[in-house]
């Protein structure tokens, strides 16, 4: 299973420009997360200070209890070995043809055989779809190809945790629909932890488990892929819509009297664009690929943060679960109390449940969900990991 990765309090600024502050997040070990952005806001910078090549100003990134920003070049190199990273543009050797290219990592890092250097090169070939490609060089293949060779690449060393950095970027519709296949079907072979870095709506709303946004240097959000879905900040309706209209603008970000004549424009109508629907299906591996374990882990552990959701976040999640999940019951806010005629003060009515924190995170488990007569679904995954 993949390894979680631990994000606290992380910043970065070059100069007088903060890339992003203060950013806090847990990928979660074995599952698929997406980090949206517009262009510019600072993605692949973050990909680099996981791994070590950019150190943060300050802030803490734990993997496997090594922390990558303050640890010696032992302990870094430690856990560097861990990771697999999918660059952008392949980042393919243009004299070497696609074996060699792939089997580098393996000659420069391991003591393996020629003959154990093959088989592992063939077999991640075979993964990614380029069985029979071996003797081809990168100025012979499409870009779709050439984005495969580069996740073989990353794969070759039997990382945990597959750093992604904008797979889609120069593919056609269709190339970006079969690499959001292959990527699902990946993390149902080797149950590894997968951060996708990317600005394809298509993508985010097929793949992942968990979605992250940045935007003016903050971490607008980051959690179950049903609340960034459902949510009705205006940046992240607007990216996730595709729309001309919110706070993102050509150069990032809109001054406050842009954003307000634009809103009036949308509201007199003639200026108004068709939303996509809010949610849409995960894909599912392929036909004959074993059932990705990371699904009954993110459901056991989405059903502990479930009371802490927002509502329409809460419903999409129990949908997802079929009969079962729309026959519980979810919590409702008392109802609201007329005040008394005599002057006699009253508490005021408890706040939902859905809007309170845990009181002890750590150590106490929230009531379990049942259905309408009290039961345990019988297919519930049991309890957090």
């Given amino acids: 299973m993949g390894i979680e990765v631990i994000v606290e309090g992380l910043t970065k600024s070059f100069g007088q420009h903060v890339v992003w502050r203060d950013i806090s997040l847990s990928l979660p070990a074995g599952e698929v997360s997406v980090m949206l952005g517009p262009s510019g806001t600072g993605k692949t910078v973050f990909l680099k200070s996981l ?86 060089f990168p100025g012979e293949i499409s870009g779709g190809m050439r984005k495969r060779a580069g996740l073989a690449r990353a794969l070759v060393l039997d990382p945990q945790i597959i750093l992604c950095d904008e797979p889609d970027s120069g593919l056609d519709p269709v190339r970006t629909a079969y690499l959001s296949q292959l990527l699902i079907d990946l993390n149902a072979e080797i149950d590894a932890t997968i951060l996708i870095v990317t600005h394809d709506i298509q993508i985010a709303r097929t793949v992942p488990d968990n979605i992250g946004m940045l935007f003016r240097g903050d971490l607008v959000m980051f959690g179950p892929r049903e609340v ?55 894909l599912d591996p392929s036909p004959g690929l074993p059932e990705r374990k990371a699904v009954r882990r993110r459901q056991a552990r989405v059903t502990m943060m479930l009371h802490t959701l927002p509502a329409t976040a809460q419903h999409a999640i129990l949908a997802s679960l079929g009969p079962a999940g729309t026959a519980m019951d979810l919590p409702r806010p008392e109802p609201a109390m007329d005040p008394p005629t005599d002057g006699t003060a009253v508490d005021p009515p408890a706040e939902p449940a859905s809007a309170l924190p845990p009181a002890q995170p750590a150590a106490t488990a929230p009531a379990k969900p049942r259905d309408r007569q009290g039961r345990w679904p019988p297919h519930w995954p049991g309890g957090p990991r």
């Fill in 228 to 282: 960034l879905l459902t949510s009705e900040h205006p940046v992240i309706t607007q990216f996730v819509n595709g729309r001309r209209i919110g706070p993102i603008g050509m150069s990032e970000e809109k001054d406050e009297a842009t954003i307000a004549l634009e809103q009036a424009s949308e509201v007199s109508g003639s200026d108004a664009e068709d939303e996509l629907p809010a949610l849409v299906p995960q």
């Fill in 51 to 136: 791994v070590g090549l950019i150190r943060p100003d300050r802030g803490r990134v734990l993997v496997d209890g090594i922390d990558t920003v303050s640890c010696s070049e032992r302990h870094l190199y430690q856990a560097r070995k861990l990771f697999g990273v999918m660059f952008q543009d392949g980042a393919l050797f243009g004299s070497l043809n696609l074996y060699d290219n792939i089997a580098f990592p393996l000659r420069e890092h391991t003591k393996m055989s020629e003959g154990q250097v093959r088989s592992a090169v063939l077999a991640k070939m075979e993964m990614v779809g380029l069985a029979g490609e071996a003797h081809k």
